[in-house]
């Protein structure tokens, strides 16, 4: 083996750099190569900034900026010049305001617009005045603009769950505020049918004081009290209504009309502090609807005494249904776990366990651990996936796991968690260690989920009763594939553009991390060469003993020159692990169902036999039918014309017929399908739907050779179920990684 192929093998398998053809790449600022056209996000127009929008609608309550720029425009800039000049300035004020919040300004749009257009006019664009003062005019929205940045998750989650708590509440507080008012009532008309209510004192203070001399008020009670039935309430009903208005008025459990304390938090830093609060609020929830069926009751005169008083006097926590716990302020507890152990919080689990309608989120900053120096495993995302695995192993807690950077693409699913009747738990990874240098929160957070290493789903009790309706991964990129695939392009070294076809994988995500330049090594362009192999194409085949090739990333440092990176078996090991876990949540979501493969598996072979029986049975109709020739009959002696012709003998011979046309068998060095016994699986269209492509049949063929590489037409000859691909010899003998292809083929040949 090459001394230089030694020493790159040599780090894969150990980690450590020796020799003189590896390069550290530490300080070089390296960062994936798909991430390279993300240098700058303050030029591009993307989801963030968000606006906490000032709204009577929870739809409406979070805004991109973007979007309402774009809203703003279609309302101000007409087309034709005026229009367009409208426009540019505009876009160009935007621009000022994602930099301002980029550099950490703070505020509500109508003051980031303010500032933004000062800065402009200081830049030379006066002229864009009157076009921004047109399009301040006509900008109805306002609210915080926030970015991608460590607090967002808990400013967005706290910004929906009030108004989704003002929705929840509405009508309950305003049956409050109208059983103290009838109650009141009650009470008014009872208190002026008595002596006291009839006293002089008080009809000369009803009179006011302009008519005070011209009435003589004693005669006046004296008159009223003999002319007005004796009609008071029961002492015992009056002391009821009583207490139930008091309870009424002095609730704290939202402001209502006529009430008299200051209204209880539901926010909570910690669930330790949430279920304090709820055990202490508990016996004042149990109050409080005691006081609202009697006041209906009451107010109704359907109370009884003898049905009624030893009900309520058994009234206790263990009588309160979900539905009248349900009428209350839910519980927000926003968890700030930055990489370390939960610590008080370790009470999530007791919390959603029980049944109080609470919302949880936990906000993870750092998902990678490096291992200890005695196991030497590469631990990632462990705590995190428990606790969502945990959530939805409690079957009635709606659960949402989604990276930060794409929380308003989801902000359906956490307004629908924050609506659930039940406990909710979101769980939401910031990228916001600090521990990525040079890059932003909201790349590290896209990273992660692009890599697996923090996927979405959303788990809804409430969609249906099977896990076909529960469970979702649709909102994570290509869910179907290992890993997601996206179009890399760039000049090589004779200013030729090459594009190729790159996975984002784990360890693309890693390689992030400054803290992991250990696991990784350069190599020198001058030994790019047949002996690496992409990261992906590793993680597709697991090598025992010494490899043959060492993986690499396509790196790109801070001048935008490109890097080959080799990688050490620990990172592709964790790969591996992460792409189990991503398989275990595929078939969770409906996608590579082992079951479901199994079935269509013992289905296909049935299927396959029924066509191969009709093959043959068509086979058999379409030979021409032969008919027996009878041996020679020896020469009559007598009367030949009469005498009849013996019977054909047993060794008679039938007539030799002409055989089918031979099917010509392709050549084999041409790559070719047997179309006839395509099952439609969709394995090679799903790999290149430009080289492969189904008949009007759903038969697979080879649709255009040059549309793809020798590497994919043996990937998809290994991964087809009935071996029907055949990838034949290379036409590009420059291909890389050839010798190992050409075995990986001589099977399907």
């Not at 505020?107 to 006019?121: F, H, I, Q, V």
């Not at 152990?341 to 009470?347: C, E, K, R, S, V």
Request: contains cysteine.
């Amino acid at each position: 083996m090459d001394i230089k192929l030694q020493e790159h093998v040599a780090f894969h398998l150990t980690g450590k750099r020796v020799g003189v053809t590896l390069e550290a790449p530490e300080g070089l600022g390296l960062r994936p190569a798909l991430l390279a056209p993300y240098k700058d996000l303050t030029t591009l127009r993307y989801d963030f900034p968000l606006v906490l929008a000032k709204t009577d609608a929870a739809a409406d309550c979070v805004r991109s900026l973007s979007a309402v720029i774009d809203s703003l425009l279609q309302e101000v800039a007409p087309r034709g010049l005026d229009g367009e000049r409208t426009r540019r300035h505009v876009l160009g004020l935007e621009r000022e305001i994602r930099g301002l919040v980029a550099e950490g300004a703070k505020g509500p749009l109508s003051d980031l617009w303010e500032t933004a257009g000062k800065l402009l006019a200081a830049k030379g664009g006066k002229e864009s005045t009157a076009s921004l003062a047109r399009a301040r005019a006509a900008l109805k929205v306002d609210g915080a603009v926030i970015g991608c940045e460590p607090d967002t998750p808990a400013r967005l989650l706290t910004h929906a769950w009030q108004f989704v708590q003002q929705t929840k509440t509405r009508e309950f507080k305003a049956e409050i505020e109208r059983l103290i008012v009838k109650l009141t009532e009650v009470l008014r008309a009872d208190f002026i049918r008595s002596d006291a209510g009839r006293s002089a004192e008080k009809l000369r203070a009803s009179f006011g004081t302009a008519h005070a001399d011209d009435f003589d008020f004693e005669a006046l009670s004296r008159m009223l009290s003999d002319a007005a039935p004796k009609a008071a309430l029961p002492e015992g009903r009056r002391q009821r209504i009583e207490a139930a208005l008091e309870v009424l008025r002095s609730q704290r459990f939202f402001e209502a009309k006529g009430g008299t304390e200051t209204p209880h938090s539901f926010v909570f830093d910690s669930c330790a502090a949430a279920l304090y609060a709820y055990r202490r609020q508990l016996p004042e929830m149990v109050e409080l609807i005691k006081a609202v069926t009697i006041a209906e009751l009451e107010i109704e005169g359907r109370y009884i005494d003898s049905h009624h008083h030893v009900y309520f006097e058994e009234f206790d926590a263990n009588s309160l249904r979900p539905q009248d716990l349900n009428l209350f302020p839910g519980y927000l507890v926003c968890i700030r776990a930055a990489g370390g152990p939960m610590g008080d919080n370790a009470g999530l689990m007791e919390v959603l366990s029980l049944g109080l309608p609470v919302k949880v989120l936990v906000q993870i900053d750092d998902i990678l651990e490096e291992p200890s120096v005695n196991d030497g495993h590469f631990a990632f995302n462990a705590r995190s996936a428990r606790l969502a695995s945990m959530a939805i192993g409690l079957n009635e807690v709606y659960v949402m796991q989604s990276s930060s950077s794409n929380l308003y693409q989801l902000q359906d699913r956490i307004l629908k968690g924050l609506q659930y009747p039940g406990r909710a738990l979101f769980s939401v990874f910031t990228g916001a260690s600090g521990r990525s240098a040079g890059l932003p929160p909201y790349l590290v957070a896209a990273a992660a989920m692009q890599a697996r290493a923090f996927p979405a789903f959303t788990y809804d009790p409430s969609a249906g009763a099977d896990w076909a309706s529960r469970f979702t991964l649709e909102d994570n990129p290509q869910p179907e594939l290992d890993w997601p695939v996206a179009n890399f392009a760039y000049e090589d070294e004779a200013r030729q553009k090459v594009s190729e076809e790159v996975a984002f994988t784990f360890v693309d995500f890693v390689a992030c991390d400054p803290r992991y330049a250990k696991h990784l090594a350069g190599v020198p362009r001058a030994l790019w060469n047949g002996s690496l192999v992409p990261v992906k194409e590793s993680l597709g085949h697991d090598v025992n003993g010494f490899p043959e090739k060492v993986p690499y990333l396509m790196m790109v440092d801070r001048n935008e020159a490109l890097h080959r990176v080799i990688v050490d078996d620990k990172l592709i090991l964790a790969a591996q692990r992460c792409r189990d876990m991503w398989h275990g949540l595929q078939e969770l979501g409906g996608i590579r169902n082992s079951y479901a493969e199994r079935m269509l598996a013992r289905e296909r072979q049935v299927w396959e036999i029924e066509k191969q029986r009709e093959i043959e049975a068509v086979r058999r109709e379409a030979r021409p039918a032969t008919a027996p020739v009878a041996a020679p009959s020896p020469a009559p002696a007598v009367a030949a014309s009469t005498a009849p012709s013996p019977a054909p003998t047993a060794s008679a011979q039938p007539a030799p017929q002409p055989s089918a046309p031979a099917v010509e068998e392709p050549k084999s060095d041409e790559a070719s399908i047997e179309t006839p016994r395509c099952t439609t699986c969709n394995e090679c269209t799903l790999l290149n739907d430009r080289m492969f492509a189904y008949d009007e049949n759903k038969q697979a063929y080879i649709k255009d050779i040059t549309a793809g590489t020798y590497r994919q037409l043996v990937e998809a000859a290994e991964s087809c179920q009935v071996s029907i691909i055949h990838p034949g010899k290379p036409r590009d003998p420059n291909e890389p990684g050839l010798e190992d292809l050409l075995k990986r083929a001589e099977p399907f040949l």
